[in-house]
């Protein structure tokens, strides 16, 4: 009877908890504004991770992550995007950090931070699971080895 109140209670806590990715105007590494509204097309889940170039932890998380890009593109179409918060003293260094890392994802500044501020962003590295609806499923705060195993198989149930 208790567990039955407990999934009563909890299923509706939870689906009330996912909230919607926003739409905030962001900009690639080659300067070129864009909604990130643009990010979801209803066919692939994202990984949206949250890094800037003086954080070590992320440039181990996003490295993590392009070591993998091949096994993911074969279990699931999910798409991985980093989104630098970088201020505008080190922005310089996004475009050169990407490059000299050759990731093989899609990255972007976040210049003003709006939407590190519009997701309650408060540490980094800091990565989303959105699904295909755009709804945020998990987050992740900080880097722990490993945790790309775990977003993996979260990506495989969507």
Not at 120 to 131: A, G, R, Y
Request: charged fraction near 25%.
């Amino acid at each position: 009877m208790r567990s039955l109140l407990f999934i009563l209670l909890f299923i509706p806590l939870t689906t009330l908890a996912q909230e919607k990715f926003p739409a905030v105007t962001i900009k690639s590494i080659a300067g070129k504004e864009i909604s990130t509204a643009t990010f979801q097309d209803n066919e692939a889940p994202l990984v949206i991770s949250f890094w800037a170039t003086w954080c070590k932890p992320c440039l181990q998380e996003l490295d993590a992550f392009n070591e993998l890009t091949e096994t993911w593109k074969k279990e699931t179409p999910a798409r991985i995007i980093a989104i630098s918060i970088d201020d505008s003293r080190t922005a310089a260094g996004i475009k050169k950090t990407a490059g000299l890392h050759d990731w093989s994802f899609e990255v972007f500044w976040d210049e003003n931070q709006d939407l590190k501020r519009a997701l309650n962003i408060s540490l980094i590295p800091h990565t989303l699971v959105i699904d295909k609806k755009g709804l945020i499923i998990k987050r992740y705060t900080a880097y722990v080895p490993g945790n790309e195993d775990k977003i993996l198989a979260l990506l495989k149930t969507l």
